[in-house]
């Protein structure tokens, strides 16, 4: 910069003056030089000038220190405790060195000034301990300050500067799980193993200790299998689920909460079983409808893994139960049972029951009906169940059939059938007779039939019709003599 004042003719002596901005360096120090020349001369009234002499000075002054203190930064604006994150000084002279502190703003911590590092250049790193939780409680973030102090030298350089974050619990902070355990309850799925599930028939419980940390509490304990979850209560130290079934895997789960929020899981994987339980059935038959003869026949299934095997029991509704004998294999057992003593008038019933060797059973109700004889009435002869009725015993029956040609005139008509020798009637009128023809014609006084005689009348009555009729028919004798009473037959 510089300032004149002008010289020639007439110029007078006085004082100069000026302003000019100087800026300080970037560490709050400044200077500057100044210099001052002078020209000294005269001239005539015609304008013509001359120098007598001239000189000059100049000079430097230094300019008042400022304070220029580093203001520093972070890498992250959401440290977790225990895990390093740099501190940047940001300084404004390379050869500034500053002291760095943290400080917790919450709780017992509040307050206090922990120191990171001395003589720090340009960086730092910073680890804030997961210990200051301790005091803290249930929160899982607590605001953090980073403080920073400026030297030049040994002096300090402005008042401290800080800037603030947020500090997180880390998962390492997590409740600590030192056991898990699954029981299995039901023994008869525990003598197969001790590392297996069985759908439908294992019945666990499980067991967890475990221990929240820097302060905090157990907000939870949690173990799922599949889709469904059973909570543990929180009374103990060591934490106990209540019976868990309907198990739709091996895989078992616990997971801690605490306080905070933060999670620890641990897992148990077993073999994973899809068991079914055994099932029967069953029918009977007899061999005749109405014979003693018949058979009991039994089907049974069985899940066929892990060596298990399966019985059968029987028991008729009038007997014991009795154990079917037949040997299971392949997931299957079944036999049949004869039986000589069914009375055909009689309904029986037969419950069967499949056992396991978990224990599981099932069980199936047979019936078998009482016999209904079907009695077939022919012309010639009769049957029952379609054995004709000389045929049961050799000579205890004998049918004999009678066929004859009546007038269509109208009246009262007698055909004679002989008995053979040795049988009678069974009972006292025909068990059929029929007239071919005219549908009008009937049977009448069946109670005139001869039942002692060798000879049997059989009588009807016709009304008119247009062409003669056959009357025809069968008697059923038994072998025997007659008597006041029935007949028995005789063999």
């Known amino acids: 910069m510089s300032i004149t004042k002008g010289w020639g003719n007439g110029t007078s002596i006085g004082s100069l003056s000026g302003s000019l901005n100087i800026g300080h360096a970037a560490d709050g ?3 500057f030089s100044f210099g001052i020349r002078v020209r000294t001369g005269g001239g005539n009234f015609s304008g013509d000038q001359a120098v007598y ?4 000075q100049s000079s430097s002054k230094g300019l008042s220190t400022i304070p220029r203190a580093s203001q520093p ?13 740099t501190v940047y000084t940001n300084r404004k002279s390379s050869s500034f060195t500053h002291t760095i502190y943290y400080e917790v703003r919450y709780g017992g911590n509040n307050g206090a000034h922990v120191q990171v590092a001395s003589g720090v250049a340009g960086s730092c790193t910073v680890t804030v301990p997961e210990s200051v939780f301790d005091s803290i409680g249930s929160s899982s973030t607590v605001p953090l300050r980073i403080l920073c102090y400026t030297y030049s030298g040994s002096t300090q350089i402005g008042d401290v500067k800080y800037t603030d974050l947020t500090l997180h619990a880390s998962n390492s902070m997590a409740p600590s799980i030192s056991s898990f355990a699954i029981t299995e309850t039901n023994s008869s799925v525990s003598a197969k193993g001790s590392s297996i599930t069985l759908r439908y028939l294992s019945r666990k419980v499980a067991t967890c200790k475990a221990t929240a940390k820097n302060g905090a509490s ?6 799922t299998n599949g889709s469904n979850s059973w909570a543990m209560p929180l009374t103990l130290s060591t934490y106990t689920s209540a019976t868990m079934d309907m198990l739709a895997s091996g895989h078992y789960v616990v997971t801690v909460t605490d306080s905070r929020g933060l999670k620890s899981q641990a897992e148990i994987n077993q073999t994973y079983y899809s068991y079914s339980a055994p099932t029967v059935s069953g029918s009977a038959s007899r061999a005749s409808a109405t014979g003693a003869a018949g058979s009991l026949t039994i089907k049974g299934t069985y899940w066929n893994q892990l060596s298990n095997t399966a019985s059968i029991t029987y028991q008729r509704n009038d007997a014991s139960a009795t154990k079917l004998s037949a040997t299971a294999s392949n997931g299957s057992v079944s036999g049949s049972v004869p039986y000589t003593d069914l009375d055909y008038q009689t309904v029986y019933r037969w419950t069967l029951t499949i056992t396991d060797s978990f224990g599981e059973s099932g069980s199936v109700t047979v019936t078998l009906p009482a016999s209904v004889p079907s009695f077939w009435i022919g012309k010639t002869t009769i049957a029952i169940n379609g054995v004709k009725l000389d045929d049961y015993v050799a000579g205890c029956f004998k049918v004999v059939s009678f066929n004859s040609t009546i007038d269509k005139a109208i009246g009262f008509k007698t055909v004679n059938v002989t008995v053979p020798d040795g049988y009678v009637l069974l009972i006292p009128a025909p068990l059929g007779a029929y007239v071919s023809g005219d549908p009008l014609v009937y049977v009448t006084d069946r109670s005139a039939v001869q039942t002692a005689a060798t000879t049997v009348t059989v009588s009807c009555y016709t009304t008119a019709g247009s062409y003669d009729m056959t ?3 069968w008697l059923l004798l038994v072998k025997g003599t007659w008597s006041s009473t029935p007949p028995v037959p005789q063999t």
Not at 73 to 85: K, L, R, V
Not at 218 to 223: D, E, F, K, Q, T
């Open 73 to 85: 930064s972070a890498s992250t604006g959401d440290p977790t405790a225990g895990s390093a994150f």
């Open 218 to 223: 157990i907000a939870s304990v949690v173990v």
């Open 471 to 473: 009357l025809y028919g």
């Open 29 to 31: 120090s400044g200077s």
């Open 53 to 56: 002499g001239s000189g000059s």
